[in-house]
């Protein structure tokens, strides 16, 4: 989806852009891809160049100080020097070491000693004084104690000498007889300033490459600084540094050291930068040469698009097809737009001609019929408003008849309920009777078991009786037993308990029967009242006997008269029943005839409805029409 930047170029922005960008972006991609191809080749160059120095004076101070030592070994054999030490006779030794240091330039002195750390030979007499009583200071040196013990060091270097007054390289080797014992130590002092007669050609040679900011650094084995081009305090940071390491191949003093060549970034990089801005130079020329060209071919195919633009403006604004395309352009897809365009205008002036005749013809028969439509629509609606004066009464009729039906409906239901109230009453009288019938007969049966209930009564009345004279007399014989225990004495006190707990139940049993009489004469009084209220209900019940009889009589009557309005009322309803059904025939085939007049009156309406439609379509089309001056 376009953004909204490109959304708001125009035409000829756009292709300016596209163009540019198609033009540009490759010719980027190459610069920078030459760029970077560039730049690993000039890192590979600087690398190349800076390993060469570092490899060129670690190899010349390698082989240096490997000859230097080998020729200190070689003078330590000498004979001379070994009668030095065994005589004490130091005329040939001093001149011999003389000798030496005028043929070897780059040593500052040579010093032959005795195993005790005593100076007694040296290239200058000057020299073996300053040695004098300094014996125990050179016992305690390390290049002493290495020497003595087969080695050579650098220890020492990176400070001044306080005998020579100047960096040197002590380059001490032990002296041996034929038969290896040490006899001494000689030492050849190395001038260190003379690294920098080694390093001066590597400097000229990156002066000569624009690298002034060349250095070359020895470090130590420890990693301390032993020579360095540069003089003072220095920062390292971002400089561009190749290192170069003494291997153990060629045994010297030097194993472990390493060369390092630095040079500045800006000062290496510099053709590169210089031809970086060679070829964005040239980059920014060929975009501008590519705009101005993108610019020119952009105005050619846009200038007839504005012609073209300029002339549909004008149609749409004012309606204006009289226009004449006056666009010279060339063969080309824009040529074949504008003869296209062209002949699309020619198109739309012979439509727009065409269009105002026929909306003049459409105009004048929409009229017509709008006028028929009006003439028909007034004659349905006097049709219309007459059937509905005619549906309203039919209503009403339908409503009446309704009304009827439903009473004559109300007036069946009523009778027939009548009927059946009037079976199920003479049913009810009868049941009653029956019913009545059975209650007397049961009143009489309970009337006769009352009575047997109070003989029942008198006779346990006569039981209690009994038992209360048998009681009585149990009470006596207890007493009569109690005495005759006491006369008894001891043997009579079992018998006596005897007799005092029958004693004791005789008088329960006495107390117990005249409870039972008591209850038996409420029982007898209860039952004498309830003989006599069944004796009035017996009575009762014969008098409701005799009256039900009577009205069943009267509801025999009544059922029959209402039997004969249930079927008067049926008759009525059959002939109320046909009526309303004719009255509905009459008014469904009114409200047919209502609805299909409806239905032509709304169907008269769309077509009004449409005429008016179609009559504002046609105004509309001839106000189009008359918008295009032809």
């Not at 097809?321 to 699309?344: N, S, W, Y």
């Not at 105002?356 to 929409?366: A, I, K, Y």
Request: glycine fraction near 8%; aromatic fraction near 4%.
């Amino acid at each position: 989806m376009p953004s909204p930047f490109l959304r708001s170029l125009t035409l000829r922005g756009r292709l300016l852009l596209y163009m540019t960008l198609v033009s540009c972006v490759p010719l980027l991609a190459l610069t920078g891809l030459q760029d970077s191809l560039m730049r690993r080749q000039t890192e590979a160059q600087i690398d190349s160049s800076l390993r060469m120095e570092a490899e060129g004076f670690k190899d010349l101070l390698e082989s240096t100080l490997a000859e230097r030592e080998a020729s200190a070994n070689s003078w330590a054999e000498d004979p001379v020097l070994r009668g030095a030490l065994r005589t004490k006779d130091l005329a040939a030794s001093d001149a011999m070491l003389a000798l030496l240091q005028r043929r070897y330039l780059t040593l500052n002195g040579i010093v032959l000693f005795t195993d005790d750390g005593v100076a007694i030979s040296a290239s200058t007499p000057a020299l073996r004084d300053a040695y004098a009583g300094s014996a125990a200071q050179v016992r305690a040196s390390a290049w002493f104690r290495e020497a003595q013990a087969g080695r050579t060091t650098a220890e020492g270097v990176d400070v001044e000498d306080p005998i020579f007054s100047v960096h040197v390289l002590p380059l001490a080797v032990p002296v041996l007889d034929e038969g290896g014992k040490r006899l001494g130590v000689l030492l050849a002092a190395f001038d260190w300033g003379q690294l920098e007669e080694l390093v001066k050609p590597a400097l000229t040679r990156a002066q000569q490459r624009g690298h002034a900011s060349f250095s070359l650094e020895l470090l130590g084995a420890d990693g301390k600084t032993l020579f360095d081009t540069r003089k003072g305090a220095h920062d390292d940071t971002g400089r561009v540094a190749v290192a170069a390491v003494n291997g153990t191949d060629v045994r010297d003093v030097g194993d472990g050291w390493k060369v390092l060549a630095q040079v500045d970034p800006a000062e290496a990089y510099a053709p590169l930068n210089q031809m970086r801005r060679l070829v964005l130079g040239l980059a920014a020329l060929f975009v501008a040469a590519v705009g101005l060209g993108s610019w020119v071919l952009a105005r050619g195919i846009t200038r007839p698009l504005r012609a073209l633009s300029e002339v549909v403006r004008r149609v749409v604004k004012e309606g204006d097809l009289t226009q004449v395309m006056q666009v010279q352009v060339g063969r080309d897809e824009v040529g074949e737009l504008t003869e296209a365009f062209a002949q699309m205008m020619k198109n739309l002036h012979e439509t727009a001609t065409s269009l105002h005749q026929g909306t003049r013809v459409l105009s004048e028969t929409v009229a017509e019929l709008n006028l028929a439509s009006e003439v028909q629509e007034r004659n349905v609606a006097r049709q219309a408003a007459a059937l509905q004066e005619t549906q309203v009464t039919a209503q009403e009729i339908k409503q009446t008849s309704l009304l009827a039906a439903e009473k004559a409906d109300t007036v069946m239901s009523v009778a027939a309920r009548a009927e059946e109230v009037g079976r199920a009453g003479e049913g009810a009288i009868r049941d009653s009777l029956d019913g009545f019938q059975g209650l007397h007969e049961q009143s009489g049966e309970m009337a006769m078991r009352i009575v047997q209930l109070n003989e029942r009564t008198q006779q346990i009345g006569g039981i209690t009786q009994t038992v209360k004279d048998l009681a009585d007399q149990s009470n006596m014989l207890a007493l009569n037993a109690a005495i005759e225990a006491v006369r008894s004495g001891e043997h009579g006190k079992g018998f006596s308990v005897v007799a005092r707990e029958i004693r004791n139940l005789a008088d329960q049993s006495i107390q117990a029967t005249e409870k039972v009489r008591d209850v038996l004469g409420d029982l007898g009084h209860a039952i004498i009242s309830t003989a006599k209220m069944t004796e009035q209900s017996h009575a009762s019940v014969a008098e409701g006997l005799d009256q039900v009889r009577t009205s069943g009589e009267h509801l025999r009557e009544l059922a029959t008269i209402v039997q004969d309005n249930a079927a008067a009322a049926r008759q009525i309803a059959g002939a109320v029943s046909q009526q309303n059904a004719g009255i509905a025939q009459i008014f469904s085939a009114v409200t047919d005839l209502s609805s299909m007049m409806t239905e032509t009156q709304a169907s008269l309406k769309s077509t009004t409805g449409a005429a008016r439609r179609l009559q504002e379509v046609a105004g509309r089309m001839e106000g189009v029409a008359r918008a295009y001056r032809i």
